[in-house]
């Protein structure tokens, strides 16, 4: 199995422009996280999708962040609009069960 | 929501020297991960307890659950430089929260 996969791995984007992270998680896996990390606020989770379906987005910092998995294996994460502030690396993650998250490579948002 | 607090938050060490991290919790933990991140990596995961008072061992590295299931640890023996990296727990009662890390440092 490749892993989980996201893209892209590096997004540079001007303030007020949408964002679209994208997610592969592996496949069987029936739990599927989205987290981001900063210096600041460390590991934080943002929302996450059992058997396709969220199940949790109070993480999810504000109305401008939102997320779709319109299949098993499939996962978007949009920011629209994107302010500096959200500048973080975006990392996808999926469990079977719960049990041990395998995590992607992460995407590095900058937004200037 | 429930918080899972590290120590220390970062730990240099002389190759060959002892590394160890702590991970407390307030409340009872069902179970605790842990997970190691290498700089400009992504967090892997290295293991799962689940019981009470469990030590489970990989290599050099050795895990344990305290008894009331508050509280864990992760030991390494004898630093390597490849062990450089931020070590994550991550516990809570379903979905785990992850603490801040413990980064190491191994100076050669």
């Known amino acids: 199995d490749a892993g989980v996969i996201q893209s892209p791995r590096h997004e540079v984007t001007e303030m007020g422009q949408e964002v679209t992270l994208r997610c592969k998680p592996i496949s069987g896996h029936d739990y599927l996280f989205w987290y981001r990390q900063t210096m600041m606020r460390g590991l934080e989770l943002l929302i996450y999708f059992n058997n396709n379906v969220p199940i949790d987005d109070s993480g999810m910092p504000e109305d401008r962040f939102s997320a779709k998995m319109p299949n098993a294996s499939f996962s978007t994460l949009k920011i629209q609009p994107s302010e500096p502030r959200d500048s973080a690396v975006y990392f996808c993650?999926?469990?079977?069960?719960?049990?041990?998250?395998?995590f992607g490579s992460g995407t590095r948002l900058t937004v200037v | 929501g429930q918080q899972v607090m590290q120590i220390p938050q970062y730990q240099h060490v002389q190759e060959g020297e002892d590394f160890t991290t702590y991970c407390n919790s307030s409340?009872?933990?069902?179970?605790i991960q842990w997970y190691k991140q290498r700089p400009g990596g992504h967090p892997v995961f290295l293991i799962q307890l689940v019981k009470s008072g469990e030590v489970k061992k990989q290599k050099r590295l050795t895990f344990q659950f305290g008894e009331a299931k508050k509280n864990s640890s992760l030991h390494i023996t004898a630093t390597q430089t490849t062990d450089v990296g931020t070590y994550f727990c991550a516990g809570g009662s379903y979905i785990p929260t992850f603490g801040r890390g413990t980064s190491l440092i191994v100076h050669p």
């Open positions: 409340t009872t933990l069902s179970n």
């Open positions: 993650a999926s469990s079977y069960k719960i049990y041990g998250y395998t």
